[in-house]
């Protein structure tokens, strides 16, 4: 893993965040003075009907959008104090993200999927023996040679955890990451998610609209009209 803070400082840390996007000659506030922190080694389910504020969050956290104003930590760094530079090496290192859609490359195998990851943060191809037990409980180290059209939708959704850990970031980021699955693998993705919690350690922030699977995670925060409602 990436450096982390110590154990009693938060791993995510938000304070009164607002976001407000400007559409046409109308503001639309996303984020209404949210307030969450999040311990590290925590699995925190994020739900919440459509509109209240969780996708919004979701990029905040991940260094993909800025807010409108209020206070973002991130393992104990200021993520608005950084330079754009610094927020991109965050996304590199820091942060993995696995999205509802896998976002596979159509041409590369899995293997290849996972190690562009490598590629992009300027690290060597090869991975650690840790990395090789990351796979095996998976399910991957069978499929590594096949491209995206021979993996089942729950295969590629493996590939796109693996590329997000690859780097062993101190938080995973996942976004409706069963949103395109039937519930057999559903079930799959959501077991392997908290083992890699519980096993690892690993600090996941879930969004997701299902009830049932916020329930895999040891914490559900609830959203609401640009608010964190616990």
């Known amino acids: 893993m990436t450096d982390e803070p110590p154990a009693d400082v938060p791993m995510i840390e938000i304070r009164n ?3 407000t996007y400007r559409v046409g000659e109308i503001d639309v506030h996303a984020l209404r003075g949210a307030n969450l922190s999040v311990a590290r080694g925590e699995f925190l389910a994020v739900v919440g009907p459509s509109g209240s504020g969780k996708s919004t969050l979701f990029h905040i956290l991940g260094g993909l959008t800025p807010p409108t104003s209020g206070t973002v930590h991130i ?3 200021d993520l608005l ?3 754009d530079a610094q927020r991109t ?3 590199k290192s820091t942060v993995g993200f696995v ?3 896998y976002n596979l490359l159509p041409t590369l195998s899995a293997a290849d999927n996972i190690a562009i990851a490598r590629d ?5 191809r090869e991975t650690d023996p840790a990395f090789d037990q990351i796979l ?3 399910g991957l180290k069978g499929r590594l040679h096949h491209k995206p059209r021979a993996l089942s939708g729950g295969e590629q959704q ?3 955890i693996a590329r997000a850990i690859v780097n062993h970031p101190a938080i995973l980021l996942a976004d409706e990451p069963t949103g395109n699955l039937d519930t057999e693998n559903s079930t799959a993705v959501l077991g392997l998610l908290r083992d890699l919690n519980t096993r690892l350690g690993q600090t996941i922030l879930m969004i997701t609209h299902n009830p049932e699977a916020a329930t895999y995670g040891n914490r559900i925060a609830k959203m609401r009209d640009g608010r964190v409602v616990e």
Request: no cysteine; net charge positive.
């Open 81 to 83: 104090g950084m330079t």
């Open 89 to 91: 090496d965050l996304r």
């Open 17 to 19: 965040l607002h976001k």
């Open 99 to 101: 999205f509802q859609k």
């Open 158 to 160: 493996r590939v796109a």
């Open 136 to 138: 095996e409980l998976l």
């Open 75 to 77: 393992g104990g760094q």
């Open 120 to 124: 992009i943060a300027k690290k060597p």
